[in-house]
C-alpha cells in the first residue's frame, strides 16, 4: 500500500519524519535518496519511508497556499495510474489553525478539487471514489488534519504545549519565548500575520537551544528529533490515526 502526508512547511516535514520512524514503524529510505513523487510546486521537498510491502511519502508544500496544487497533483497522479499498487491509497493533509474559518476554506478547496463529491471533516477519514483513464473506479481515503483541534494556532503551538506538559524548565523558557514574540513588535511591522507570532514563538525557544552557529537549520532538526515525542500521550493521541497508514 502506498500512503502520501501532505504538510505545509519545515517544522512539520522534519517532525513527521521523525514521528513516524519512532512511533509507527517506518524506515528511512536512504538507500533510495530520490523521492517517488516530486511536486512541481517550488520549495517543495519529499521523502520516503518503508515498512515492510507498505511505502509512505512525506511533502512539505512550501506554505499552506501550495495545499491545494499538491493535493491536485496527488489526485491527478491517482487517476493516472492503471494498477491499484501504485495509487496512493491513503492521503493525508496536515495544516496550521493559524486563521479563523481555516477548516471551512481548506473543505472548499478540497471540494472544489474534488467536485464536491464527499463531507470532508476534520480528524475524520473520508472516502474518496475516483474513475482512472481507463474508466476503471477505485477508492482512496483522504485525512484531514488542522492542529491544533481546538483553538488557533500550528503544529509549532502543539508541540510548544506539548513541551511545556513534560518539562518544567523548557517549560518557563517556552513562557518567556512567547511573552517576547508577543510584545517584541507591537506595530505588526514583522509580525503582521497570526502564523508569523506563532512560529517566531518556536524560533525564539530555539534561538536559546541551539548553539549559535552557520548550520542552524540542523541545529533546530536536531532539537526537534531529539525530544521523545513517542513518549508524550497528548502527542500520540492526536495523531493516533496515522497509525492506519
Same mark, same amino acid.
Given at each position: @500500500?502506498?500512503?502520501?502526508?501532505?504538510?505545509?512547511?519545515?517544522?512539520?516535514?522534519?517532525?513527521?519524519?521523525?514521528? @513516524?520512524?519512532?512511533? &509507527?514503524?517506518?524506515?528511512?529510505?536512504?538507500?533510495?535518496?530520490?523521492? #517517488?513523487?516530486?511536486?512541481?510546486? &517550488?520549495?517543495?521537498?519529499?521523502?520516503?519511508?518503508? %515498512?515492510?510491502?507498505? @511505502?509512505?511519502?512525506?511533502?512539505?508544500?512550501?506554505?499552506?497556499?501550495?495545499?491545494?496544487?499538491?493535493?491536485?497533483?496527488?489526485?491527478?497522479?491517482?487517476?493516472?495510474?492503471?494498477?491499484?499498487?501504485?495509487? $496512493?491509497? %491513503?492521503?493525508?493533509?496536515?495544516?496550521?489553525?493559524?486563521?479563523?474559518?481555516?477548516?471551512?476554506?481548506?473543505?472548499?478547496?478540497?471540494?472544489?478539487?474534488?467536485?464536491?463529491?464527499?463531507?470532508?471533516?476534520?480528524?475524520?477519514?473520508?472516502?474518496?471514489?475516483?474513475?482512472?483513464?481507463?474508466?476503471?473506479?477505485?477508492? #482512496?481515503?483522504?485525512?484531514?488534519?488542522?492542529?491544533?483541534?481546538?483553538?488557533?494556532?500550528?503544529?509549532?503551538?502543539?508541540?510548544?504545549?506539548?513541551?511545556?506538559?513534560?518539562?518544567? $524548565?523548557?517549560?518557563?523558557?517556552? %513562557?518567556?519565548?512567547?511573552?517576547?514574540?508577543?510584545?517584541?513588535?507591537?506595530?505588526?511591522?514583522?509580525?503582521?500575520?497570526?502564523?508569523?507570532?506563532?512560529?517566531?514563538?518556536?524560533?525564539? $525557544?530555539?534561538?536559546?537551544?541551539?548553539?549559535?552557529?552557520?548550520?542552524?537549520?540542523?541545529?533546530?532538526?536536531?532539537?526537534?528529533?531529539?525530544?521523545?515525542?513517542?513518549?508524550?500521550?497528548?502527542?500520540?493521541?492526536?495523531?493516533?490515526?496515522?497509525?492506519?497508514?
Amino acid at each position: @500500500m502506498k500512503s502520501i502526508i501532505i504538510c505545509e512547511g519545515e517544522t512539520d516535514f522534519v517532525f513527521l519524519q521523525h514521528f @513516524m520512524i519512532r512511533v &509507527n514503524g517506518w524506515n528511512d529510505s536512504k538507500q533510495k535518496p530520490n523521492p #517517488s513523487f516530486r511536486s512541481n510546486v &517550488n520549495n517543495s521537498l519529499s521523502r520516503d519511508f518503508f %515498512k515492510d510491502s507498505n @511505502m509512505l511519502t512525506i511533502i512539505s508544500c512550501g506554505g499552506c497556499g501550495n495545499i491545494k496544487t499538491v493535493f491536485e497533483e496527488v489526485i491527478r497522479r491517482n487517476e493516472n495510474e492503471i494498477e491499484d499498487s501504485e495509487r $496512493y491509497s %491513503k492521503i493525508v493533509i496536515l495544516t496550521d489553525n493559524d486563521e479563523d474559518c481555516v477548516e471551512e476554506k481548506i473543505i472548499f478547496e478540497l471540494n472544489d478539487i474534488l467536485k464536491n463529491k464527499v463531507q470532508i471533516s476534520n480528524n475524520k477519514w473520508t472516502t474518496l471514489t475516483f474513475e482512472d483513464t481507463v474508466h476503471n473506479q477505485f477508492d #482512496s481515503e483522504l485525512l484531514l488534519l488542522i492542529i491544533p483541534f481546538d483553538e488557533n494556532g500550528a503544529l509549532e503551538t502543539f508541540l510548544l504545549e506539548s513541551i511545556s506538559k513534560e518539562n518544567a $524548565y523548557d517549560a518557563e523558557i517556552i %513562557k518567556k519565548a512567547k511573552e517576547f514574540a508577543d510584545n517584541a513588535d507591537p506595530e505588526k511591522k514583522y509580525l503582521s500575520h497570526r502564523g508569523f507570532v506563532t512560529k517566531a514563538r518556536l524560533y525564539a $525557544y530555539f534561538a536559546i537551544r541551539i548553539e549559535p552557529t552557520v548550520n542552524q537549520f540542523r541545529q533546530r532538526k536536531n532539537v526537534l528529533t531529539n525530544i521523545p515525542w513517542e513518549k508524550y500521550e497528548n502527542v500520540r493521541t492526536v495523531f493516533k490515526e496515522l497509525k492506519k497508514l
